[in-house]
Structure formats: structure tokens, C-alpha cells
């Protein structure tokens, strides 16, 4: 059974930074795409980014060159760096994976429960 577990939100000031992981268990990790989407209060849920299992790279036009999203194959882990943080970036931050190598954009996969970011002075 695929497990997704999502840690390092929290409460940071405008500015400010954060990492984000998700670890993966009771999977071939390694094989498939993963992403983060993100869900603020009363909003759809959006795409942030995304990284296929051979390193290639996706990211949401409101996130790209202040977020990294990276994957470590022997820790199974995804994360997701995040720079220079706004009061638009607070939502809850859900962990996707993907059951193809290659980045779908859809609800397709396992998700993780959600990690919230809150970003507020």
C-alpha cells in the first residue's frame, strides 16, 4: 500500500522560506513522477510542481524561480523548497504520486494528507 506522509509546513513572515517532504512508502519510488499541488481556503485546488523520474521539472507560473521541487530515490523522499514567501502561497500543500514516469497534470495517483503553509506578519 502506497503511503504518502507530507511534513514542514507552518507559519512563516512574508519573505521567508520553508522545506516541504513528502515520504513515500510501499512504493517502487523511483519509477514515477511526483508533484505538490496546493489548496487555499475557499479556492480549487492548483498545480505547483512537478519532477519525473528522470529529473525533469514543472512548475506553476506563480511559483517558478522562488520554488525547487527535488526527489532523493534512496530516502524516497520529494521535497519542495519555497523562497520568498506571500500571503498568496498560503494553502494547504498536498504530495502527489504519480503512477507513470512522466508529469500528468490531473487527479491521477496516491495523494498525502496535506501539510499547511501559512504565510502572515
Known amino acids: 500500500q502506497v503511503q504518502l506522509v507530507e511534513s514542514g509546513g507552518g507559519l512563516v513572515e512574508p519573505g521567508g522560506s520553508l522545506r516541504l517532504s513528502c515520504a513515500v512508502s510501499g512504493s517502487d519510488f523511483i519509477y514515477y513522477a511526483m508533484g505538490w499541488y496546493r489548496q487555499a481556503p475557499g479556492k480549487e485546488r492548483e498545480f505547483v510542481a512537478a519532477i519525473t523520474s528522470t529529473g525533469t521539472k514543472t512548475y506553476a507560473d506563480s511559483v517558478n524561480g522562488r520554488f525547487t521541487i527535488s526527489r532523493n530515490g534512496l530516502e524516497k523522499t520529494v521535497r519542495l523548497r519555497m523562497n520568498n514567501l506571500n500571503p498568496e502561497d498560503t494553502a494547504t500543500y498536498y504530495c502527489?504520486?504519480?503512477?507513470?514516469?512522466?508529469?500528468?497534470?490531473?487527479?491521477?495517483?496516491?495523494w498525502g494528507q496535506g501539510t499547511q503553509v501559512t504565510v502572515s506578519s
Open positions: 502527489n504520486h504519480k503512477l507513470t514516469p512522466s508529469w500528468r497534470a490531473d487527479d491521477s495517483g496516491y
